[in-house]
């Protein structure tokens, strides 16, 4: 058993310009409609917000080492404030086949960035069965 | 197909230096795109070619290289007219 890290790192003002640029067809793309929801505040959406999800998904690809659709990696948060990686279909499935498990993320923003970091233990599937 | 491409890729993938010294070959990524701008590029092909990139396209691997796209939008376009 070992453990597997992935971090990333956004410019929150690419992120707004993609907002403002591509509207809801980059919206729908990316991210799942709970993460939309946890990042709208009113009528607009919150660009550190969705910067900060965009980092999970990139580290969460490094830590599985397999390029997957964005939106088959989630960011849920928990009604305290705490966030957790929720993996769908070609992600869920990556990471079974790759013997990952038990993500945790942490996320944070400054200064006009992004970034998360995700960890997941890792059991490789033995060669002889054992 | 390849000229609109580089158009695509000048407009949206925030190249650090001109789309005119990148090779078909060459890492786009590595040239200095990021993940995220790929996305601006996806979206920037789908309105200049029509067509839209289904799930298992949607990563950074289709995105890596001028010729990875036009292979991409290559799949997409013999699917729309088969």
Known sequence: MGVRV??????????AESVAEHG??????????AELADCRTGDRVDATRLAARFAAKEATIKVLREFVPWSSIEVRRSPAGWVEIGLHGRAADSARAGGLSEFALSL????????AVVVASY???????? | ???????VLADQGRLPLPVESIDDADDLYAAGMTSHASINVMLGLENAFDV???DRMLNRSVFS???SIAAALNELCSESIA
């Open chain 1, 6 to 15: 992935g971090v990333d790192l956004v410019t929150v003002a690419d992120v």
């Open chain 2, 65 to 67: 290289s001028v010729d």
């Open chain 1, 24 to 33: 809801d067809r980059y919206l729908s793309r990316v991210y799942t409609e």
């Open chain 2, 52 to 54: 839209e990139f289904p």
């Open chain 1, 123 to 130: 059991a490789p599937a033995s060669r002889d069965g054992a």
């Open chain 2, 1 to 7: 197909m390849k000229d609109r491409i580089r158009a």
């Open chain 1, 108 to 115: 944070t923003h400054e200064g006009g960035l992004a970034s």
